[in-house]
């Protein structure tokens, strides 16, 4: 616009007022108009032509607390249906939250309004979460928009593993492992930790280029958690983020479930089976799993009746971590549905939050007898040596130890007269 007064003045002094150059002059008008209209179209920030949208924040907030926080709030008999737990353990979560991530907390815009509290972003969070709806249906009722939700979902799982991962998503301690031994023993499986298997999560929004390495035996892109569960419903191990075209083998191949056996960190274990001495744990496994000694797998069509009743009983108490997968896609439906989100990272804080969530609402439940976590029963911490020495054989060693095919085989008989002896007869 800055030439349009040059052009103006050479039309206005020449003697001869020319069509042409008043053609140019609306030609170029019009190009302008144009290239303004499409920066307007463009929505970035405080532009003109930015369209706002007056929510209504502070009557949102006003309504969601007199809804569920309020001391006579008017779906308190809903809470725990509609948030997937109980009042204070979501406070708690809330509180921690905002202490971690000032992004939470209730800010001031430049001319003073209130933007959305924490309530808010949290709940818009939980709804997409628990229900796995897309993020502008939460802002009818928490009044925020959908770029909003996407990135209060987004920092609230981070926060969440923050805050609470290292308590509700950790290898069991000394004192966890002496009350799954015991909960072992009582269900007629001495040394028996947990049962083990895979999910599959749909990633709907996968990259066309990785669609081939992400599809498997489900017939679409999934992404695959192997998670290790006890008869509470605890999970103890979750390993995610592997393609859908690998199996159950191939993740454990890749998987750190037993790192800290190998590594030698792991809390020592004994007990006696039939007369025989064990020195490592296990967990029941379905029948894809390797003939390892830290699995007891069913037996593929038992002959007799002792065999049938192991058979029998393998296969009702492995189905714990079965239930575990139920109950988490039951709570936070997001992991049930497909995934929306583009990043496999974000989906990992997703399926990692759920996780600790999940053991935090057994924990909030009396599910579990014992599962205070003080740092007392926790495991030794591993001084890194970078010298040479015997160690290495030590790793060796039970690396093959686990992976022994005779020691499955005796254990396997073991507890099948274990089972007879004690249930059959």
Request: aromatic residues 12%.
């Amino acid at each position: 616009m800055d030439r349009y007064p040059d052009i103006l003045e050479d039309i206005l002094h020449s003697d001869e007022n020319s069509d042409d150059e008043w053609d140019m002059l609306l030609a170029e008008t019009k190009r302008e108009e144009e290239s303004r209209s499409k920066r307007r179209n463009k929505h970035r920030g405080s532009v003109p032509g930015h369209r706002i949208i007056r929510r209504g924040r502070v009557e949102g907030h006003e309504r969601l607390y007199h809804d569920y926080f309020a001391p006579n709030c008017v779906y308190d008999a809903f809470f725990r249906r509609r948030f997937r737990m109980g009042r204070p353990l979501f406070l708690r979560i809330v509180n921690g939250v905002e202490q971690y991530d000032p992004y939470f907390v209730q800010k001031t815009d430049a001319i003073g309004n209130l933007g959305l509290s924490s309530l808010q972003k949290v709940t818009a969070a939980f709804r997409i979460l628990t229900y796995g709806t897309p993020a502008d249906s939460v802002d009818e009722y928490v009044r925020i928009g959908e770029s909003t939700a996407i990135e209060s979902l987004r920092r609230f799982v981070q926060a969440v593993i923050a805050v609470f991962g290292d308590e509700y998503l950790r290898p069991p301690n000394n004192n966890d492992i002496a009350r799954l031994l015991a909960i072992g023993e009582q269900r007629g499986f001495p040394g028996m930790l947990g049962s083990i298997d895979c999910m599959h999560w749909k990633w709907k929004n996968c990259p066309t280029a990785w669609q081939g390495m992400y599809t498997g035996h489900c017939h679409e892109p999934t992404i695959i958690l192997e998670a290790v569960a006890s008869q509470d419903l605890w999970i103890w191990h979750a390993f995610f983020g592997l393609p859908g075209s690998l199996n159950d083998i191939n993740v454990l191949e890749r998987s750190p479930v037993f790192a800290t056996l190998t590594e030698g960190r792991a809390p020592p274990i004994n007990y006696r089976i039939n007369g025989h001495d064990y020195t490592m744990g296990y967990y029941l496994a379905d029948g894809i799993y390797p003939n390892w000694s830290t699995f007891v797998k069913t037996i593929p069509c038992p002959q007799g009746l002792k065999r049938k009743h192991f058979a029998a009983a393998q296969e009702s108490i492995r189905k714990d971590v079965e239930r575990a997968f139920g109950v988490l896609q039951a709570r936070f439906a997001i992991v049930r549905g497909p995934a929306r989100f583009w990043d496999e990272e974000t989906l990992a804080y997703i399926m990692k939050a759920c996780i600790i969530m999940h053991n935090m609402i057994i924990e909030d439940e009396g599910a579990t007898n014992d599962n205070d976590f003080d740092g007392s029963g926790e495991n030794p911490i591993v001084q890194v040596s970078h010298v040479h020495t015997p160690e290495f054989v030590d790793f060796i060693q039970t690396h093959h130890q686990i992976r022994s095919n005779a020691s499955h085989s005796q254990l396997q008989s073991d507890l099948i007269e274990h089972l007879w002896q004690r249930y059959g007869q």
